[in-house]
């Protein structure tokens, strides 16, 4: 298990988009030419938990990025807030160690990849203390009955407008809560299953009456991109095959 030492440098302000996959494991080639397979776990004695899972590093590492009182957006994939094992002992920690105070649920259609469901994770790092710094938890949903695309119908700055309002930079202690914004206790979230931070209220409409679909040709064009995006990830697995 290869071990990394923390690092050196400390900012006031992170904004990241980790990287995205399931691949875990490096090839080693020996002298002779015979590959063997090693997984990519990393042991930091500043990480909360050991895990192969790569979100879950680079969330650690970022907050190990961060100075006491500096600023954390970092972008997630919705397995960082509902696995378990390492998965519920970083949430624990996070919401101990951090101020955990926004989670932007984003729409599908808007990466690489169709079906990929991400969140944008706001926190601030504080000094040690025997009481939790997360006092409540922010959502914004984002998701649930908005349909974005790469190229028909593509996220713009506009769109995120009501987000932007909600979460009030300038004093975000006097928020209020709207339809799709809503406030969750520390309490009340340590008590979900494994600190499942999951958390959706809003119905889907796709679900509840076929007439709310997309339009065909937009769904037509989703299902290609799904396509693409899965060839390409097929050609890429093949290619690492290949090493």
């Not at 944008?120 to 009955?145: G, M």
């Not at 202690?173 to 931070?197: A, I, M």
């Amino acid at each position: 298990m290869p071990s990394r030492k923390p690092p050196s440098t400390y900012y006031d302000v992170v904004l990241t988009n980790p990287p995205f996959g399931k691949k875990s494991s490096i090839t080693v080639v020996s002298e002779e030419g015979e590959e063997t397979k090693e997984a990519l776990t990393y042991y930091r004695d500043d990480f909360w938990a050991t895990t192969s899972n790569k979100q879950l590093n680079f969330l650690q590492h970022v907050k190990s990025l961060v100075k006491i009182h500096g600023r954390v957006a970092i972008v997630v994939p919705d397995n960082v807030l509902f696995e378990g094992g390492a998965g519920e002992t970083v949430r624990r920690k996070l919401l101990h160690e951090c101020d955990v105070h926004t989670l932007l649920r984003l729409p599908t259609g808007i990466f690489y990849a169709q079906g990929v469901k991400a969140n944008v994770l706001f926190f601030d790092r504080k000094p040690a203390s025997e009481k939790p710094w997360t006092k409540k938890l922010w959502i914004y949903d984002f998701r649930t009955n908005e349909h974005f695309t790469l190229k028909t119908n593509p996220l713009k700055r506009a769109d995120l407008d009501d987000f932007v309002a909600c979460y009030h930079a300038e004093n975000r202690h006097v928020r209020k809560e709207t339809e799709r914004f809503k406030s969750f206790p520390y309490e009340e979230v340590l008590k979900r299953d494994k600190v499942n931070l999951d958390i959706f209220w809003l119905k889907d409409e796709s679900l509840e009456d076929s007439a709310n679909l997309p339009d065909p040709d937009v769904i037509a064009l989703e299902i290609t991109e799904d396509l693409q995006a899965a060839l390409d990830q097929f050609s890429q697995i093949a290619a690492d095959l290949k090493r």
